[in-house]
């Protein structure tokens, strides 16, 4: 059963920079496409980025676009979200999530889409 741990959360100020892990086990890292959604205190998971099985293509929400970055690396099985100029509404539970049945070229925006999530990590932005 493949399993996700998401790494690299915490305090930040506005304007910094961090970026989050997620290490994937249990399965072949490269059958995933992979996604990053949050979910800030009330509101509902949203979409951030993705990025297909061998990292051709990727894409993001509009509110992370030019500031957040999405990647991978096939031989360690892991995920990274880069995310710079941090906003305070950037605040939230960040979630990687693994979808098995996307082709090698493309994934969903939809959570609705990925078989396997990990547990969490926060990142909280304020001053």
């Known amino acids: 059963q493949v399993q996700l741990v998401e790494s690299g959360g915490g305090p930040v100020q506005p304007g910094d920079s961090l970026t989050l892990s997620c290490t994937v086990s249990g399965g072949t890292f490269s059958d995933y496409a992979m996604g990053w959604f949050r979910q800030a205190p009330g509101g509902a998971r949203s979409f951030v980025a993705a990025?297909?099985?061998?990292?051709?293509?990727?894409y993001y929400g509009e509110s992370v676009k030019g500031r957040f970055t999405i990647s991978r690396d096939n031989a360690k099985n892991t995920a990274y979200l880069r995310m710079n100029s941090l906003k305070p509404e950037d605040t939230a539970v960040y979630y990687c999530?693994?979808?098995?049945?996307?082709?090698?070229?493309?994934?969903?925006?939809?959570?609705?889409?990925?078989?396997?999530w990990g547990q969490g990590t926060q990142v909280s932005v304020s001053s």
């Open positions: 990025v297909s099985r061998h990292g051709g293509a990727t």
């Open positions: 999530a693994a979808d098995r049945r996307a082709n090698d070229h493309s994934f969903s925006i939809h959570s609705s889409a990925y078989d396997a």
